[in-house]
């Protein structure tokens, strides 16, 4: 149980075009699901928090405008990087907090990750 | 601030046991994590730690101590498979994940 989903696995897009990423769970709801950056050889960051029916909350540093996320379902959040550029291309993680009850409410359950290439 | 600090690379031998440490300093505090990662792929879960003590699950191991801002991960019977990167995230209130950069783990034969 608690799977998460994410397509595509890989996307090249050049320059100045809008790539779509899709979150799915695929066996539970998730009300909460964050969406993530990995640059070559560093750390997950923290990009956003989405919400099922409201308004994503973004990190600091993080242009809302460019990284439009929607959470419209429990299983459900894309993140669209909107007028790509080359230094947008890194790896997008995105997880799930867990379902309600079983103990697993802590924990996030992450995605396979999309490599994104803007050329 | 947020600050989680972990040694960048270790290097140990096919067999052996290895100890990663993470000190932490966050402005929230609902548990520790460690994770596995290896090269292009998504973090896979290992622990979670949030009152002290040690937790042990088979080769893996992982202790904590909320009053110094301490964890380690303790692993056991190491196997080239071990080899990944291993990151150390905090769960701050709200449930958001703070992760550390990570620590390379080399295992040579």
């Known amino acids: 149980g608690a799977v998460v989903s994410q397509h595509p696995s890989r996307v090249i897009c050049k320059s100045g075009t809008s790539v779509k990423i899709e979150c799915r769970s695929l066996d539970f709801q998730a009300t909460t699901m964050f969406w993530y950056r990995q640059f070559p050889k560093q750390s997950l960051m923290l990009m956003a928090t989405s919400n099922e029916g409201s308004k994503a909350t973004y990190e600091q540093g993080v242009e809302k405008d460019k990284f439009l996320i929607n959470h419209a379902s429990l299983t459900l959040s894309t993140l669209t990087v909107t007028s790509a550029h080359p230094e947008d291309s890194s790896f997008y993680i995105c997880?799930?907090?867990?379902?309600?009850?079983?103990?697993?409410?802590?924990?996030?359950?992450f995605g396979p990750g999309t490599r994104l290439t803007v050329l | 601030g947020q600050n989680i600090d972990q040694p960048t690379e270790m290097t140990a031998t096919e067999g052996a046991i290895v100890q990663i440490n993470c000190t932490y300093q966050?402005?929230?505090?609902?548990?520790l994590f460690w994770y596995q990662q290896h090269a292009g792929e998504a973090p896979t879960f290992l622990s979670y730690n949030v009152l002290d003590g040690l937790e042990e699950k088979g080769r893996f191991s992982s202790f904590l101590s909320r009053s110094k801002g301490y964890s380690y991960l303790l692993l056991k019977e190491l196997q080239m498979k071990d080899s990944a990167s291993y990151l150390c995230a905090v769960m701050e209130y709200g449930n958001k994940l703070v992760f550390g950069a990570g620590t390379i783990l080399r295992v040579k034969s």
């Open positions: 997880s799930a907090r867990g379902p309600s009850g079983g103990g697993l409410q802590n924990e996030q359950f």
């Open positions: 966050t402005s929230g505090f609902n548990g």
